[in-house]
């Protein structure tokens, strides 16, 4: 759930017309588990007109050159990266929660209320204050691609994920829901220290916690009939937003896996708390 806003937003071209910075993973041309190019010693040793011919390649609309198929692979790539954009996983937790848990019995206007009030911690206030660090000129663009752009938005989220933790508490939800959004604050603490040295997902970590949180609802044993569906469904999304993040070039596996690991651990241990 938490941002590692690289990871938040599909690809934004940065101003200057240039990619991101050298530890970035924005752009296809980096393998799956990391850029092989940058360890090749003949990368190294490239002729004048062959780079220039190499930055022109980069430089090109991808788009262009993608066949058809690709052109779709890519197109519902960046459709579930904005669809399962982990600025909306504590408010799609908090739907699944209602409507397969306990809190099932919780009439229509509760749950509108508290799911609004969920969003606008979670979503409008930290896009809104993302925007004004955009015009102070601390970010140069919304995608946030670069990492030294990325500490105040995770302090941001951070703070957010507390402050919803709290609230759930103080109104008397469940502990294991307060907690959900606690483990949230935690996996982006742990993503923000992880950040300094290396690109880890944000989305894998963002779906693997509403993943986490539905097991957390399975084991309760009051849970709805339909939680095993919906249990399903969310582990197919994470396999195939993870798949879309690396198809893409925002991720490698290996930065996925890791996504998917803190994500999955803050979530399910804290929740499980008695």
Not at 136 to 165: H, W
Not at 245 to 265: E, P, S
Request: charged content about 15%; hydrophobic content about 50%.
């Amino acid at each position: 759930m938490p941002i590692d806003t690289s990871s938040y937003y599909p690809e934004v071209p940065s101003p200057d017309g240039r990619g991101d910075d050298e530890f970035s993973l924005n752009k296809r041309e980096g393998g799956l588990f990391g850029d092989q190019a940058l360890s090749s010693p003949e990368s190294s040793e490239l002729k004048p007109e062959t780079e220039c011919f190499v930055q022109h390649k980069n430089n090109k609309n991808k788009d262009d050159d993608e066949p058809p198929a690709e052109k779709v692979v890519t197109g519902v790539s960046h459709f579930l990266s904005w669809l399962l954009v982990p600025l909306l996983m504590p408010v799609y937790g908090l739907i699944l929660a209602f409507g397969l848990s306990i809190l099932d019995v919780a009439p229509m206007g509760m749950r509108v209320v508290f799911t609004l009030i969920v969003a606008g911690i979670n979503v409008l206030i930290p896009m809104i204050l993302i925007g004004l660090l955009k015009k102070m000129g601390v970010v140069e663009d919304l995608g946030l691609n670069r990492q030294k752009e990325r500490l105040i938005p995770y302090i941001i989220s951070i703070v957010c994920f507390g402050v919803t933790a709290w609230f759930m508490h103080v109104k008397g939800a469940p502990q294991w829901l307060s907690l959900f959004f606690a483990g949230g604050g935690i996996a982006a603490l742990i993503n923000l220290i992880i950040n300094y040295k290396w690109k880890i997902s944000a989305h894998a970590a963002g779906i693997a916690g509403v993943v986490a949180l539905l097991i957390r609802i399975a084991k309760d044993g009051s849970a709805e009939p339909d939680i095993f569906f919906w249990l399903l469904l969310t582990i197919v999304l994470a396999g195939l937003l993870g798949s879309a993040r690396v198809w893409l070039g925002r991720h490698t596996i290996w930065q996925v896996l890791a996504g998917y690991a803190v994500g999955f651990c803050c979530v399910f241990f804290l929740t499980m708390i008695k």
